[in-house]
C-alpha cells in the first residue's frame, strides 16, 4: 500500500510544479517611504501589490531562496556608513526596510545629487491566498523592470518629510510646542483680559541626530540640544501669574523603552515677569518619570483611559538681579512638577498640574516656606470628541516674583486653539 | 508563518497601555487626547518593543514581527481601537539577513 502511495506521489509532482509554475503577472498599486523612529529608526521603500480579495503568504518568503535579490545603489560613492537591508512582508505589500540610518544616509536618499535608491536585481514573486476563488492558494510575479521604474517615477523623500523624520527621529521638540489662548475675569467682572500661554523648543542641528558608530551601525545621540522659550503672557501687565522665560541652551537625555521611563533635562536661560522687573538667570536640571496612578474616580463602565501622573523633580541655581532688589544675589530653589489628568466619572475630567518649590535665599523667601503654584482645569470629555474645557483655575506664587495670584480662566478660545499635546 | 490577527494586535495595545494608564475592560473608545507627549513616547516604545518580541506564529526565529510608529502615527488614531486597526492592517513580518 505504501509502495503504491509513493507510486502516486511521483506522478503528482510534476503536476504540483507544474501548477506553481502558473504565476499570473501582477502590478504594483503603489510604491511609497514610510519612517518609523520608535526603536531602532528605520525606512521602508512599502510596494503595495494590487490584488483583489487576496492576501499574502509571508511563509513563502521563509525560504531566503524565495526573496528578491536586490541592492543599494550608492551612485558610486558608498557612505560611511553603509545601509542594512531587510525583506518585510505585509498583508498585500512587501517591502525593503532600511537600518543602520545616519545623517548623511538620509540626505542622500532619493534626492537629486549624489542620490542613494533601492534597486531590485530579480523579479519578485509571491504567494497569495485568493479569497475570491475559494481561499487558493496562488503565485503572483511582477517584474523587476516594472517595480524599479515605479521606484524610479512614484518614490520621493521631499524634503520637508526628510526633515521631519530627522527631526520626530528623537521625539523632539514640535511636540513640545503649543498655544493656549484664555479670557481672565477680574473678581468685580468689570473687566476681562486676555492670556497667551505657549511653549516652543527647537533642536540645533537636527541632521546630526544620528551617528556613524564606526561603522558598527549608526546610533542615536544620547545627549540632545535644543533652545526654547516659555512663557505667559496677558493683557494684565501686574498679572503676577505672568512670566517669560527665554532657554538659549537645553541639554536633553532619555529612555523611553525602559521598565522605568524617564527624561534629564539641563537648561540654561533668562527667567523673568512679564516686565522684566524680576529677572534672573538660572540653570535648572531636572528629572521626570511615570508614576502609578492615585486615585480611580471613573466609572466602572467608563471606556476612558486612566493616565498615570508624570512627576519631575528638579534642581535650579540662579543669578537674581531685579529691579526691586537693594543688591542682586546668587541661590537656588528645589522644585517638584505633576501634572495629572484624571477622569471622573463617564464624562468629566480634571487636569492637575502643580509647581511646588522651595527657595533657599533669604531675600526671596524668608519665612522659608514650602510654596506652590497651580492650575486645575475642569472639563468634559465624550468618547471620540475629546476634551471641552469648561474652565481652569490658577493660584499660588509664582516662583519668579513670590507674589500670591489665583485667576480663573473661562475656556472658550482655550478649545479653539487647544490646550492639549497633538 | 502567520500574521496577527486583530484580537492578538489588542492584547500588544493593552500590555503597550499599561506602562502609561489604567487601561478600562471597554478600551476601544478611548481617546489618546489627554496624554501629554511624555507618556505617548513612552507608549509608542512600549508598542514597538511588544510588536518586536511576539513570536512569530510558526516561524523559525529568523523573523520578527514590525510596524512603522512615531509621534505622527498618533494623528490618525482617533482611539485607541483605530490604533488597534492600523497596526493589525500595517503589521509585516521582516525577515533577519
Excluded at chain 1, 536585481?121 to 511582477?142: H, M, P, Q, S
Aim: glycine share 6%; proline share 4%.
Amino acid at each position: 500500500m505504501k509502495r503504491k502511495v509513493k507510486i502516486l506521489l511521483m506522478l503528482l509532482a510534476p503536476l504540483a510544479l507544474h501548477a506553481q509554475n502558473k504565476v499570473e503577472t501582477f502590478s504594483l498599486e503603489k510604491v511609497e517611504l514610510t519612517s518609523n523612529t520608535a526603536g531602532t529608526p528605520s525606512l521602508t521603500v512599502l510596494l503595495k501589490i494590487a490584488i483583489d480579495n487576496g492576501t499574502l503568504d509571508p511563509g513563502y518568503y521563509a525560504t531566503p531562496a524565495n526573496r528578491p535579490g536586490l541592492h543599494i545603489d550608492y551612485s558610486g560613492t558608498p557612505p560611511a556608513c553603509p545601509l542594512i537591508t531587510n525583506f518585510t512582508v505585509g498583508r498585500n505589500s512587501v517591502g525593503v526596510t532600511l537600518t543602520n540610518l545616519t545623517q548623511e544616509t538620509v540626505e542622500r536618499f532619493l534626492a537629486k545629487d549624489n542620490k542613494i535608491s533601492v534597486q531590485f536585481d530579480d523579479d519578485l514573486v509571491f504567494e497569495y491566498t485568493d479569497n475570491a476563488a475559494g481561499a487558493v492558494n496562488k503565485f503572483g510575479r511582477i517584474t523587476k523592470d516594472a517595480i524599479n521604474k515605479k521606484i524610479g517615477e512614484e518614490l520621493s523623500f521631499p524634503a520637508e518629510q526628510r526633515s521631519s523624520f530627522l527631526t520626530s527621529m528623537n521625539n523632539m521638540y514640535f511636540y513640545k510646542n503649543n498655544v493656549d489662548f484664555g479670557v481672565q475675569t477680574a473678581q468685580d467682572s468689570s473687566s476681562v483680559s486676555y492670556t497667551l500661554s505657549f511653549n516652543f523648543q527647537n533642536m540645533y542641528g537636527a541632521p546630526s541626530l544620528l551617528t556613524c558608530d564606526g561603522g558598527a551601525g549608526s546610533v542615536r545621540k544620547k545627549w540632545l540640544l535644543y533652545y526654547g522659550v516659555s512663557s505667559r503672557l496677558s493683557t494684565n501687565f501686574k498679572d503676577s501669574l505672568n512670566f517669560l522665560n527665554v532657554y538659549p541652551l537645553i541639554l536633553n537625555t532619555n529612555n523611553y523603552a525602559g521598565k522605568i521611563p524617564y527624561e534629564w533635562n539641563l537648561k540654561v536661560g533668562h527667567e523673568s515677569n512679564q516686565s522684566f522687573t524680576n529677572r534672573r538667570i538660572a540653570a535648572d536640571m531636572s528629572f521626570s518619570s511615570i508614576i502609578p496612578n492615585l486615585v480611580d474616580v471613573a466609572s466602572a463602565g467608563s471606556s476612558r483611559l486612566r493616565l498615570k501622573p508624570v512627576l519631575g523633580l528638579g534642581l535650579k541655581g540662579y543669578y537674581d538681579y531685579s529691579k526691586d532688589n537693594p543688591s542682586s544675589f546668587y541661590s537656588g530653589q528645589a522644585y517638584a512638577t505633576f501634572y495629572y489628568y484624571i477622569p471622573i466619572y463617564d464624562h468629566f475630567a480634571i487636569i492637575l498640574n502643580d509647581k511646588t518649590y522651595y527657595d533657599f535665599s533669604k531675600e526671596k523667601n524668608p519665612k522659608k516656606q514650602v510654596l506652590n503654584n497651580y492650575s486645575v482645569a475642569l472639563g468634559t470629555e465624550i468618547p471620540k470628541t475629546g476634551f471641552k474645557l469648561m474652565f481652569k483655575y490658577e493660584n499660588g506664587k509664582s516662583d519668579i516674583n513670590f507674589k500670591q495670584s489665583q485667576a480663573l480662566v473661562i475656556g472658550v478660545l482655550m478649545n479653539l486653539f487647544s490646550d492639549q499635546v497633538k | 508563518m502567520k500574521l496577527l490577527n486583530r484580537d492578538q494586535v489588542k492584547a500588544l495595545v493593552i500590555e503597550s497601555l499599561k506602562q502609561v494608564a489604567g487601561v478600562p475592560a471597554d478600551v476601544e473608545d478611548a481617546t489618546f487626547d489627554q496624554m501629554v507627549e511624555f507618556q505617548r513616547k513612552v507608549f509608542i516604545e512600549a508598542l514597538k518593543k511588544h510588536i518586536n518580541e511576539e513570536p512569530v506564529i510558526d516561524g523559525d526565529g529568523n523573523a520578527f514581527y514590525d510596524i512603522d510608529l512615531n509621534l505622527n502615527s498618533f494623528d490618525n488614531w482617533a482611539t485607541v481601537g483605530d490604533c488597534i486597526d492600523s497596526i493589525t492592517e500595517n503589521l509585516r513580518i521582516t525577515f533577519r539577513n
